[in-house]
């Protein structure tokens, strides 16, 4: 019995391994280990059997069938696998279609993107962010940053005046900086403080280089022991993150009625060397001097100081530096847009292109 | 201003290119905002010429032949085209190759057969004037070839500076002059004021004029001295040259002299005819209502009692520190004049200039204030050319009302203090020679110096950090060293909550395909009308602007939906086959605000979709256009993202479609709203298609979402599910079956959502069927099917009882 256990195995063992189909190898499974194939039959019949045999012979049947089972399984594993393969290889689509359905994509506007990247900047040395209103008194928009009564921009031609807004200090206007927010903070938090005013401002102005709406962020930093240098470092930190690593920073003297020392910051051309291109000719976004202004500051002037003194500003103990710069400005140089009024047209194409 | 290269270098001895000169000055605090050449571009081959003979040409009518020595060996044949050109005359001569102000070079030439090597030249032609007519002739006893250049400023390069507001003193080239000495250290001359021929005769007033000033706060100070037997006439050369290159046209040789005067001081003058002065007295006054006064510009100008002028017995002759008056104008019959110069409030200068339209050299000088002693300097600077240039003689005396300022401050600054405010020392030494440079006075004190502030520049500084500034940037900022300041109170900075909440919002309208636009705050006062807002609508109490640029602009926009159609217009027009646009930004209406602000204003945010929700594509051809359930989805998405429990309810408004308008109410009340725009106001827009719209007040949104989100247990026992079709007559809202369903399933009902609506055939005329998927859970077990069945019973019953509802198949 056990030789023609052996010999089926054998036997099986050999048609299986040239199966060539999984059809075939079906009947290959019914053929051997079918309900009436020789070896399910042979096992069935090992209890006729007497004792002494019974073991051996259901031991080697038994190990003849799980063989079996284990190789046809395996053989049609492969057989599987194959078929899959091939399936998929005829289940092909054109992948350079375009994606459907067409999920679009938004944009920030241009300015928006610019607005956080510089506030993802200063959040990140430590400064909070503050908005304030447009519609401001000329006491905050003026008075108390230290504007003397005959300053430019209190003209009519220069700034807009509300209708019916009050006399005097009292008199309200679109706000033409964010700088009115310096006092309305300092009178509500006393030092030390640490902040940035993203915002609309407006002025009297429309040509190429001027839109009567334009935004700016100002920042204000009052602690002890505060100084130019530390503006400058902060400065460049900010210029640095904005428009490159290798950035340089150029203090200017200029006057601000509300700092003292009042500077001017040019950062470096972010395109040519010193003010020439690769080709020798002269740069086109700095004009050849090398150097692009981008903002105005300086450190709080003492009087601004006196208008909150009683909130714990003492120019004694504390100082501070303040600065303004103009989104525009610094969109517009990042990205090389070349007239303020892509900004507001709002054209779809131009939009798309940023944020 | 500008500022001749030629004229400068007679008060300080530059030393630098004019471009590097420039630099230095940017870099001290004075920005230079253009170098120009005035005049030829190179003084070589002007010489001076004298006329041996001029013959008429053989061959022109108009055409003269001269001979000219011009201190060659041989005299030079030159062609004249001039009337004037006489045998005699000393001219100015270019030679060929002289290089012309437009940049031609002069060659040698014919004329009509007669060869021409040169030119005499008229005014225009070296560009000091507009006289062509005639030769320019110049006063003998100077050597024929001699370099035209030493007989006047033939060319300058000439700086523009950009004074800024806070340095009257810069209004003149000697006080520019001064920063440069303090800047480059190029040695400073004497002042041309050092020497006053009038100096004796200032303690008295001159006799026969008369001087009132009624209001001194409008006029702190007002000198005059007369000048008699004055003969007015042309001004010679050298200083037409110098006022052509500082851009001012010759006049007379007295008001040139004026002009003159307040260019190198920075002090404007003003010479009257004294003959025209009625009774020789003048009063400065303010103006009477009514008042009329004609300015030397020929202007009748109508003045207000805010405006100072200068009166005599007939009534204003001059418009104080503006423009003189038509009537007291110097002339060329005048004989005798009152040279004024005064000291005005500049404040009210500035008022009155911007008042008239009527900006003046003299009114940007006096209304950044100028110094009372400068009157002095300005008037014996041009006593000293008067008697010079105009035959005339000075009458004892000066007159004087006001006098000199207070008397000169003195300021410590500490060493001590410029560390701690620039981050970086400066030598003391180095500070006093920087003060003196710049004309302070310095005595050496125990911790710093103590500093005596000149009068040009008392206004400006006042306090220690003026003098810091002063010192800082003379030294230079190139040298300080860039530091980060400490932060030993640890703030930490950042965005607030809302902050971050409102950049949320954004961000889900970007991720849902929204672009962002940027609108103008301006709007058109039509605006309440293109939105159909009744008369009485609280729109309609817009901020209006007082003096805008344009009527289109005079209001500020009451709501974002204007920008956001003003936009979808635009791209439109332009070929956009669709838009789905958002805008983040500041709305506002008239004030005061609860705050105390002087305006409403406040946060929104509003988009809108026009056209199919998304674009086409190859497996999505005809996507459903955008409807009030777009606007619905994207409110439910950024209210949803922030964490915020709100309603929906029926609404009115007057620019959404009557039957597609929503509003969001949460707990604190409105929101905002959602819907389609009303087709009247989108055709305004000349837009006619649906557009799905909405605005959200985000800035009160992000205050009330919850803060911080609190968990809920959600997970441990999941919810029993169940899904329910209920019919309910067509008027019944989608939100009531909701309600109705949560609140009689309460508190189990955790979610109920309705998924699909159908109102054919199969529920009958004037029903409508909902198809609502309703969550059961508890946070503290399973439910069981035996402990929902009950609820769901109270489901069924009150959808029947309160709306008239039934349990669908």
Redesign the interface.
Known sequence: MIERVAEIQKQAEAEISTAATSVALEQLRVKYLGRKAELPQLLRDVAELPAEQRGAVGRSANEARQTLEALIEAAAARFEAEELTAALADDNVDVT?????????????L??ATR?EI?DV????????VEG?????VHYNFDALNH?????AR???DS???????DGSEQ?L?RTHTSPMQIRIMEQTPP???LIVPG?V?R?D?DATHT??FHQIEGL?V????????L???L??FARAIFGADRE???????FPFT????EVDVSCFVCEQGTVAGGNRCSLCKGTGWLEVLGSG?V??SVFAAVSEHGYD?ESH?GFAFGLGIERIAMLKHGVPDLRF??????RF??QF? | MRVPIDWLSEYVEVQLTPDKLSERLAMTGTEVARVFRHGPLADENFVVGKVLSAQQHPDADRLSVCSVDCGESEPRTIVCGAPNVAAGQTVAVALPGAVMADGTELGEVTLRGVGSSGMILAEDEIGIGSEHDGTMVLADGVAAGTPLSDVFAVSSDVLEPEVTPNRADCGGIYGIAREVHAATGAPLKAAPWAEDPGAATIATAPAGISVTVDDQGLCPRFTARVFENVTVGESPIWLKARLAGAGQRSISNVVDITNYVMLVSGHPLHAFDLDQIAGGELTVRAAREGEKLVTLDGEERALDPDICLIADRDGPTSLAGVMGGSRSEVSERTTRVLLEVAVWDGANINRTSTRLGLRSEASSRFEKGLSPEGALEAQAMATTLMLELTGGTLIDGTLDVGGEGPPAVVIRLRDARIVSLLGAPIERERSQQILEALGFSVQPADDGLDVTVPHWRRDDVTREADLIEEVARINGLESLPATLPLNRTGRAGGLSREQQLVRRAEDVLVGRGLCEIVGWSFADPTICDRLLLDHDHPLRSLVVIENPMSSAQSVLRPSILPSLLDAAAYNLARGAESCALFESGTVYRAGPSEAGMAANEHHGLGGIIIGPVRDPGWADARPPAARIETAHALVSSVLGALGIQWQVEDGELSFLHPGRTAMIRTADGLLGWFGEVHPAVAASWEIDQPIAALAIDIGRAAAQAPSPPFFSDLTSYPPLREDLAVIVPAGVSAASVVACVTQAGSPLVSRAEVFDVYGGEQVGEGRVSLALHVDFAAEDRTLSDEEVAPLREKIVTALKVELDGELRG
């Open positions: 279609l375009p994606g459907s359905p067409v999920e679009a994509h938004g944009h920030h506007h300015l928006s956080r506030e200063f959040c990140g040395l430590g400064y909070s962010v209103p447009e519609v401001e008194t003397g009564p005959a300053h430019p003209a009519r031609s807009f005046y509300i209708e019916g807004g009050g309200t679109l030390p403080i640490a609309r407006f009297r429309s009567p709406q930093l602690d002890e022991g505060v100084t130019l240098a530390d400058k470092g902060t460049l930190a920073l150029r203090l200017r003297p200029h006057f003292e020392p009042s500077v450190m002037d003492p120019p100082q900004f507001y047209e709002n054209d779809l939009l798309r944020g």
